[in-house]
């Protein structure tokens, strides 16, 4: 991949204006210090006239005369000096800009790991080398993320796609095969797939940040989600429970909603295999707020839980429930809360299980 040039005119480098700078600002200081000398000598009278008001050359007027070559001369060197001395000093000072260009070339032919690392104190250029690293860190983060997403995205859903194939294949194989069985079977997987296909279209949704934002009370939220998952949670044997105030917010109502419940979902799904609890509690802080989610289960380690929001991450035996679902749930929290401007904190509890708390800005207004 080459670098991209935009279709300009060549013109005249850094280096060499700075240059001309120099020696045009040196030359005009010292031809106005010139200019300003002779006017103090012209006005402490070497020039004289006679009685009839005719000039008439005195010594001073022949000294003037003879400063004028000398004059030239200074300013002769003043150029020359000022060219030699503005190349060398622009030079030293344009040669920072020189690791940076060798840098973004680089960066630009697709090696994204290249860093400038400026050395010396801390000013402009050091300022700009610096963010100029930690971009190139973080476009180098995201786009391994977005790799190591579509690489998880294709074999999830090559999955069901080459399970379902083996089930027609067999059916077409043993045309006595039980019908039914195979349809629920292929119900099953094409589920699966068109949950995950949804999941995916959600994520992409929240990514672009393509929302109206409108007036929404969290907490209502949270008892929806709670209520529309309570059966899911008799039948996991999970006491659900849910308290706290009136939480608003600013955003997208859907997929606050759908936040709201992947949370709910993860912990109802995620806990002990009996007698587990979820507790679902909203407020309110300053400037902010706030939605937690904690359940009990299974020991975890601050480690483990930091994947969790990973995509199609599901802990260590979380993927052979039958209610794993897709991989997705807290990347898709994780998602909408930053596609809201808010914060996403994982904390695994003293007594097994995890605390899930997003904070959103609070809404200015009713």
Not at 32 to 50: D, E, P, S
Not at 60 to 85: D, K, Y
Request: aromatic share 4%.
């Amino acid at each position: 991949m080459g670098v991209v040039t935009v279709g300009r005119p060549p013109g005249l480098s850094v280096r060499l204006k700075l240059t001309l700078s120099y020696a045009g600002f040196l030359l005009l200081a010292g031809a106005l210090l010139l200019v300003a000398v002779g006017a103090f000598l012209l006005r402490q009278g070497w020039l004289q006239t006679n009685e009839a008001g005719a000039v008439r050359e005195t010594p001073g007027t022949l000294f003037v005369r003879g400063f004028a070559p000398t004059a030239a001369a200074v300013v002769v060197f003043l150029l020359v000096f000022g060219l030699l001395g503005g190349w060398v000093l622009a030079g030293r000072m344009l040669a920072p800009l020189d690791r940076i260009t060798h840098a973004t070339r680089t960066a630009a032919t697709g090696s994204l790991s290249c860093r400038i690392r400026m050395p010396g104190r801390r000013d402009e250029f050091r300022e700009l080398a610096d963010a100029f690293d930690m971009m190139l860190a973080q476009l180098e983060a995201h786009i391994a993320e977005q790799r190591r997403f579509a690489a998880n995205a294709s074999h999830e859903l090559r999955t069901p796609l080459a399970i379902s194939k083996t089930l027609i294949d067999v059916a077409r194989a043993d045309p006595h095969h039980d019908t039914g069985e195979l349809l629920e079977r292929l119900h099953t997987v094409n589920r699966r797939a068109i949950d995950l296909t949804e999941a995916l279209l959600l994520l992409s949704r929240a990514n672009q940040r393509s929302f109206t934002r409108e007036h929404v009370d969290l907490s209502l939220l949270a008892e929806e989600a709670a209520e529309t998952l309570h059966p899911l949670a008799a039948k996991h044997g999970v006491t659900l429970e849910t308290s706290g105030d009136v939480a608003p917010t600013s955003g997208s109502p859907a997929l606050l909603r759908q936040l709201a419940t992947n949370l709910v979902h993860n912990a109802i799904v995620h806990n002990l295999p009996e007698r587990g609890t979820v507790r679902v509690h909203t407020g309110v802080r300053p400037h902010t707020t706030v939605l937690t989610v904690e359940n009990t289960g299974e020991q975890l380690t601050p480690h483990l839980v930091a994947t969790f929001t990973e995509p199609f991450q599901r802990g260590t035996e979380r993927i052979h429930t039958d209610q794993a679902g897709v991989g997705l749930g807290l990347a898709i929290v994780k998602t909408v809360t930053e596609a809201h401007a808010g914060t996403l904190t994982l904390t695994p509890r003293v007594g097994g299980g995890l605390r899930i708390t997003v904070e959103l800005p609070a809404a200015t207004g009713g």
